[in-house]
């Protein structure tokens, strides 16, 4: 299967690029690799304290001759995604025992919901956790008494946090293991239409309160495509899940066999064996070109434009703003899921999923087949299903056309002819929107700028009744290094409101949407932020503004923009309490937004 030639030229720009730092990180990995199974360096006194817990385990753990299998867990009972991975390690050391390995609890990591911090100031930390659940799952494996790693993560931050301590740990195989999405409850849309309503004030908290319960109501990932569905599509597109085990149910049997099926694959891809498959071959540039493709073809998070380029920083590789348009612009929009249509993942899963997306774009040449995988070698298992018969496991051909094709289309008959995202570049500087929902008549707007440094504020004069004409709204100072960057997502039923009441309407700000952001044209992540002197901190209101998502400009159209004097925020509220005193070297340090606004690479 060969690729078109402009996905090949886009790969080889990537590897160009990176060749130094992509040269260093595989000589790092390959000599870690090659001292060998790293229990065998430790003293038995390190070893006795590593084992002593681990009961009828310490003489397989002793003797060093099966794989010892690092479990890195995002469990808590907060998250309804995470919920399910309670009683995983249970199972995960009895599969491994069974596979003549054994697994140990080497450390958890902390998973933040965005959807609790939504609009409050814990979402000041929600960025920065990435960099701490990376941290974390080093400090996990550190110990250095582990032949492979299985990562249990699902959520925004902590899918990208747990991929970047697997390819600083590359010389290890790493498995990640999802634990699948909650039943389809309220409608999407049935409860966007309830946020707005309250938003405009025409319903009570009550009818909120019920629409939000009605459509959160269990364990497992939340429905809609927003970061952490985009996240388990990635994973299969990189080649880090077992094929076709990101949307299974949890509770089913065959959420259990996959489950035990990663286990078995971790202990069979182990240095002591005969097939291994250390993360930083996995992750390649190849791997990281097959998910933005997967992220352009299904519309997915705009959060992942700051979580890739971080990502593939961890493994030596350098991704740039170009990328992801240059690759928007030869990729179909293949799928259409809430916030990009009325579809939910299960039903997105029951209409082919990502085996029938994956088949299609190989078919196309806009995916690279040739890539290693911890499944084996190649993409096109990708493109296959699992199935449990009898109780045993197996792998079928995926579905070759679409079960619903409101939902899911083929490559020759898309949704659209480009993916979702694409670069914004102006005087403003440079950021992302996201159109695959936007309705095409709004893909420019133009209209006299009103200028704030807060949603809050914003929100106010919405409840004050001042937006009465086209408006390109602004929010300022909230980037990485203002306030940790938080999302702007409690903005979404403000906006949306307006734009229903027939202004056109659109979102300019240094912060980040998320996942569900929708059908409100928003220029987001645009750097260099207000914080640092950027453009927007120049902006007043009453200048006219025109986001033109067509031509991927972003301009004020104002003759002296840069010779004002720039406006400063007050950023002492944002100093102290919910824990934000202890991320103020994140803040002061933080790399900018379109390198992935990290710390820690």
């Not at 090949?8 to 590897?15: E, F, M």
């Not at 609790?116 to 008494?145: P, Y």
Request: aromatic fraction near 6%.
């Amino acid at each position: 299967m060969s690729v078109k030639p402009a996905l090949a030229a886009i790969t080889d720009r990537i590897r160009e690029r990176s060749r130094p730092t992509r040269e260093a990180y595989l000589a790092r990995i390959a000599s870690a690799a090659s001292e060998g199974p790293a229990r065998a360096h430790l003293s038995c006194g390190n070893q006795a304290h590593a084992y002593a817990a681990m009961g009828a385990d310490k003489a397989a753990l002793a003797e060093g001759r099966a794989p010892n299998l690092g479990i890195v867990t995002a469990y808590n009972d907060m998250l309804s995604a995470h919920q399910p991975y309670e009683h995983y390690p249970e199972l995960i050391r009895a599969a491994a025992r069974r596979a003549g390995a054994t697994a140990q609890v080497a450390g958890g990591v902390p998973s933040m919901c965005d959807g609790v911090t939504q609009g409050r100031a814990g979402m000041e930390l929600s960025l920065f956790s990435r960099d701490v659940i990376a941290l974390s799952a080093g400090v996990a494996l550190s110990h250095n008494t582990f032949d492979a790693a299985l990562f249990l993560g699902i959520c925004d931050k902590i899918v990208p946090g747990l991929v970047m301590a697997a390819a600083t740990f590359g010389h290890l195989p790493a498995v990640f293991v999802p634990s699948g999405p909650m039943a389809s409850g309220l409608p999407n849309d049935e409860k966007s239409k309830v946020r707005q309503q309250f938003a405009a004030g025409e319903v009570g908290r009550d009818a909120l309160m019920a629409a939000e319960m009605a459509s959160y109501h269990g364990a497992g990932t939340c429905t809609f495509y927003g970061t952490a569905n985009t996240n388990q599509m990635l994973m299969e597109f990189m080649g880090l899940h077992l094929p076709g085990s990101s949307f299974v149910a949890p509770g089913t049997p065959l959420r259990e066999a996959l489950t035990v099926a990663a286990v078995e694959r971790a202990a069979a891809i182990t240095r002591l064996g005969n097939d291994f498959r250390p993360a930083g071959h996995v992750l390649d540039e190849k791997a990281f070109v097959n998910g933005l493709v997967g992220l352009m073809a299904t519309g997915g998070s705009t959060n992942l434009v700051l979580h890739l380029p971080a990502m593939a920083r961890a493994a030596g590789i350098l991704l740039d703003l170009d990328d992801f348009s240059a690759i928007s612009a030869i990729v179909p929009l293949m799928a259409k899921v809430y916030p990009n249509g009325l579809a939910d993942v299960n039903h997105f899963h029951a209409a082919g999923g990502l085996s029938f997306m994956i088949g299609q774009l190989l078919d196309a040449g806009l995916l690279h087949e040739d890539v290693v995988t911890v499944a084996g070698d190649g993409l096109a298992r990708y493109a296959s299903e699992p199935k449990l018969s009898d109780g045993r496991l197996s792998w079928v051909d995926g579905p070759s056309d679409s079960l619903n094709d409101r939902i899911l289309r083929p490559a020759t008959d898309a949704f659209q002819a480009s993916g979702g995202l694409k670069e914004l570049k102006g005087n403003l500087g440079r950021g992302v929107i996201k159109i695959s929902a936007v309705a095409p008549e709004r893909h420019v707007i133009e209209a006299p700028a009103r200028v704030f440094s807060s949603q809050e504020a914003v929100k106010a004069a919405f409840q004050r009744g001042e937006f009465t004409a086209d408006t390109v709204v602004v929010v300022r100072f909230q980037g990485p290094r203002a306030n940790g960057m938080p999302e702007l997502h409690s903005l979404t039923p403000t906006l949306a409101v307006l734009q229903d009441r027939g202004l056109k309407v659109a979102l300019v700000t240094d912060g980040r949407m998320s996942g569900a952001s929708g059908k409100v044209p928003a220029a987001i992540h645009v750097s260099p932020e207000a914080a640092c002197g950027g453009p927007l901190a120049y902006l007043r209101d009453g200048d006219l503004v025109r986001l033109d998502a067509a031509n991927g400009t972003i301009e004020a159209l104002v003759p002296d923009l840069m010779a004002r004097a720039p406006a400063t925020a007050d950023l002492t509220a944002n100093q102290h309490g919910t824990g934000r005193e202890l991320f103020a070297a994140f803040r002061a340090h933080v790399g900018a937004a379109e390198t992935g606004a990290a710390l820690v690479v």
